[in-house]
């Protein structure tokens, strides 16, 4: 009867010994890009210590880097790419326009505002991120720009004013706060309060009213037919890193840029701290040094996590060179174990890490990376192109689709074919004879 026993207390011993930090650093290595710019949102809500970092560096060897450089000096990375928007179909180009190209038209029509106005403007929709919030501390911004702080403030409140509720907001709680107060809802006071506790919004939201959490979201709802038709939203489709073709058979690994990713410690509020502790009670110094504590644990979990994403993709990018440049037979399925050993971690860390990651090929094509592990995951491609294009009359079977591929020099039977399309949730041939015939009556 001992041995149970035994077992329990040593359980809640280890339990007792779980280090936060693992909990955090396996938490933030599993969440995709979307996700964890949400969980940081969270914890530079809570922690005074933490801020966004202005300046760039590499995600790899964190080499402080000038804004306008293409290539890490100190480690040979890529970590910029400038070749802009990827659009599905070429031939739409002139056609469609980024979400902030139609903010820009938009505000321009109904907004007067002076040239040395419409510089701002411009620099304020560049800052903008894919959701339309200006995810900068407005002081700094200003300072940056060399203007003050209240003529950039003007150019925003200018804008508000004439119907673009949140514009230039910093987030979804500022940007929902804003709409509260046009809407009537709370006053300026209270939207101090509910600032500092965000909590107390969902009271408000209870009242059935509809608020956008997103600038862009309430933008695109107000388009018009035409300005929906024009949007191009191939950039809405979220990832977490691009691989960029850098010539020759060369590929390099970019994270997606996120301000996030480039969070860092609040050297001006650390030096406060320093110089005010003595005025503190014990109790808010043990809580103000735990914070501290907390904050370096973060960007150490956050540093990590880019890093080994950025090498893991690499290794990846690097093995599937001849696939990327356009192969389909020379894919080659990866394990998680080869690319642990490759770099030297374990194999938990690149379950982790690669876990729900997103990647945008030079193809322009967005694709989770647990396809790189997929040994079927190309003759899938082949199969789903295929039929996409087959004639409606005479729909391929599996056996001619199987001796594409064969062709095609993939070794595959006609049984593989008809479990790989089972599993694309594709109906067999004579079944899709009988949809295609049904859709055209
Ligand atoms: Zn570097």
Redesign the pocket.
Known sequence: MKKPELRQSLAMHQKQKMIPKMMLAGEMMMLPLEELEMKLEQLLQENPFLEFEERMF?F??E?PLDRYLDF?P??G?I?RNDTGYYLEDPGSFSEKRSFKELLEEEILSCVELSKEELKLLEVILANLDEEGFLRLDLRKFAFHLGVPEDQLQGVIEKVRAEGFVGFAAADTLEFVLLQCLNKGLITLEESFQLRKHPEKIRFLLKKGESLFVSFREFFEAGLDERGRKELDDTRRVSYDAEIVALGGDEYGVLLFDSPYLKLTLNEGFISLFKDKRSSLNSREQSFLEERLHEAREILSCLRYRNSLLLRALEYIVFREKKYLAGDNTAFVPLLQKEVAEALGVSIAAVCQVLKGKRVLLPSGVVKEVKFFFDPSYPAKQVIKQLIQKEDHKKPLSDASIAAYLRKQGFSVSRRTVTLYRDQLGILPSHSRKKLYASMTS
């Open positions: 590499c790899a060897c080499q890490c100190n480690c990375r970590v």
